[in-house]
């Protein structure tokens, strides 16, 4: 087994004001040659954005984009012609593939919204660029993770798809529930980040933003030490 602890103290930081940034890896202006990627898991970012401001159009190109708003509303518009409104508790994905622009706005003047912006590299270049967004039960549905995302080949992904083997779990526990994940396929990791509370995973303690890599394991085993502990679990390749 192998294990690469991040504390959320040791995140790279950028506040310009009107996004206030944690990056867990190397991004725009923060660079670790030690965390570029952990696999196919290339960029993990909690962002902050005040009320009425957000990121202008941009363009992506290969690359899978999941959003995940953690409170607020977060709007998208993009070249594929999507206007939407992304909200707690709602995921939504996005296949560069080819190239896109897009950009992202909180639709609120008076609050800021706070999401979780990740990247994963695709297992294939130059597809069609897509999109899709949906709302899960992984708040008020307790004591389980609900499966967010998963590989458009897998059959039993009850969530939305990438092109990746790359499977994204969130769960909302009570204090002292233990699960056992088991890894969805052989050569993957997981990525466990806290989202809210505390956890110990394999003997290692985890507080609020902080995040475990492991690698080289069939399954980890979780324990929530605080009720209303969230987790995020993201299970990809290790090669790629």
């Keep these: 087994m192998k294990t690469t602890l991040y504390r ?17 890896f ?3 202006n923060y660079y670790d040659p030690n965390r570029i990627n952990f696999g196919a898991l290339r ?3 909690d962002d902050i954005v005040k009320g009425g401001e957000g990121f202008g159009t941009h363009p992506h190109d290969n690359m899978e984009i999941i959003s995940i708003p953690l409170y607020g509303d977060l709007e998208h518009k993009d070249s594929m ?3 939407e409104v992304i909200r707690s508790g709602e995921v939504q994905v996005m296949s560069a ?9 909180n639709s609120n003047k008076d609050k800021p919204v706070n999401f979780f912006q990740i990247w994963v590299f695709p297992d294939k270049n130059n597809v069609e660029p897509r999109y899709d967004q949906r709302a899960f039960d992984f708040i008020q549905n307790k004591n389980q993770l609900v499966q ?3 590989p458009v080949d897998d059959k039993e992904n009850e969530g939305l798809w990438i092109h990746q083997s790359a499977w994204f779990n969130i769960g ?14 052989q050569g993957n990791g997981v990525f466990a980040m806290v989202v809210e509370g505390e956890f110990t995973i394999d003997g290692k303690k985890l507080y609020r933003r902080d995040a475990l890599g492991i690698s080289d394991i ?7 030490d605080t009720d209303n502990a969230r987790i995020l679990l993201i299970d990809v390749p290790m090669v790629f």
């Design 97 to 105: 593939g080819t190239g896109i622009t897009h950009s992202e706005y």
């Design 81 to 83: 012609g999507h206007t």
């Design 8 to 24: 959320a103290s040791s995140r790279g930081h950028a506040n310009h004001g009107w996004l206030d940034s944690y990056h867990t």
């Design 148 to 150: 967010i995302v998963g």
């Design 43 to 45: 960029v993990v970012n």
């Design 172 to 185: 909302t526990f009570e204090k002292e529930t233990q699960v056992d994940y088991k890894l969805k396929k």
């Design 26 to 28: 190397s991004f725009a």
């Design 218 to 224: 069939e399954s980890i085993k979780l324990t929530a």
